[in-house]
């Protein structure tokens, strides 16, 4: 019987997602004149390490898909046990001679089908795993565009590139932003706990006077 074995990825997923979503290509437009293409550039970097270890929002749904990964993981380690533990159970009892012809078939075909319905368990539990990490995925990019493209409503930046391990050959500490850009996202950002709390007051406050 095959091993089956469920891996977690609950925060390199995240970067990945991150750093691939800024590697896909730009989409220029070929027909633009020189007229509007700017005199100068101005440009910044933000570090995505950075982002992945101190904005709150990365933090909060890491842990949550990595405990996620572990109870699917521990819940199909502890059915694979029971289920060798049964197999092992049948052999010790087959070779002792213990079932006839007809129930040692039964009982075979019994462990053979607890074993498909593990299979498909697992590729369930996977794929559930899957969806929730592209959610958390999609909403920490919607949530980091969403602020820049605020943030540059002021700053006015043509680019604004990420920099995560050896992707940028070069680049000079003068144009990272990363701080900016960390403080920027916490402030803005309430978490699980924060939206909580804020629900709690509004269910608790008295109800006005009409």
């Known amino acids: 019987m095959k091993k089956m074995v469920f891996k977690t990825m609950a925060v390199t997923t995240i970067v990945f997602a991150l750093t691939s979503c800024n590697k896909s290509n730009p989409q220029v437009d070929q027909k633009v004149s ?7 550039l101005k440009i910044a970097y933000v570090e995505v390490d950075s982002i992945m270890t101190q904005y709150a929002f990365c933090k909060e749904f890491a842990n949550i898909l990595e405990k996620k990964g572990n109870n699917i993981q521990n819940t199909l380690s502890a059915k694979q046990q029971q289920l060798q533990a049964a197999a092992a159970n049948f052999q010790q009892k087959l070779q002792q001679n213990a079932y006839t012809r007809e129930q040692a078939e039964g009982i075979q075909a019994n462990l ?3 074993g498909n319905d593990l299979q498909a368990l697992n ?5 559930e795993f899957q969806a929730e990490t592209e959610k958390y995925n999609k909403a920490l990019r919607d949530s980091i565009q969403h602020f820049l493209a605020k943030y540059n409503v002021d700053k006015k930046y043509s680019l604004i590139l990420s920099k995560s391990g050896d992707n940028l050959l070069y680049a000079d500490k003068a144009f990272n932003i990363t701080d900016e850009v960390v403080t920027g996202l916490n402030k803005a ?3 699980a706990s924060a939206k909580k709390e804020t629900s709690a007051e ?4 008295p109800a006005k006077k009409k």
């Open 112 to 114: 053979q089908r607890q």
């Open 34 to 40: 020189e007229q509007n293409v700017p005199s100068s």
């Open 123 to 127: 590729q369930r539990l996977t794929n």
């Open 189 to 191: 950002y309430k978490g």
């Open 202 to 205: 509004e269910n608790n406050a």
